[in-house]
């Protein structure tokens, strides 16, 4: 007697018959994996997705909140970094030219 979901195949067998046939396996497994197979890390979100209750624990949205605060301060602070950078480095090139600009003229008025 073999059971399979939603079918029950009873076989009888004589003494002095052949015996029958193996049943062919499905060509499927009728049970899927426990998780995916490209995946083998659960995050937070699907760990607290799992609970019976589905609630979130309050330390998970406070590591959360703090990730993304510290994101966003990186990122205001790189970008007032290169802003920073730039003002300085054209300021620093603004008094280069505007140097060699008045030594240009001041030798030019000089020499006439």
Do not use: C
Request: hydrophobic share 45%; proline share 12%; aromatic share 6%.
């Amino acid at each position: 007697m073999s059971q399979r979901p939603g079918r029950v195949t009873v076989t009888f067998h004589e003494p002095g018959m052949p015996p029958p046939a193996p049943v062919a396996p499905s060509p499927r497994p009728s049970t899927r994996p426990a998780y995916p197979s490209w995946k083998t890390a659960w995050t937070s979100v699907e760990l607290a997705a799992q609970r019976p209750d589905g609630g979130t624990q309050p330390w998970q949205l406070i590591a959360l909140l703090l990730i993304l605060l510290a994101g966003a301060t990186a990122i205001v602070f790189a970008t007032a970094g290169v802003l920073a950078g730039l003002a300085t480095a054209s300021g620093v090139a603004l008094v280069n030219v505007t140097g060699a600009v008045l030594r240009k003229r001041h030798t030019a008025n000089r020499d006439a």
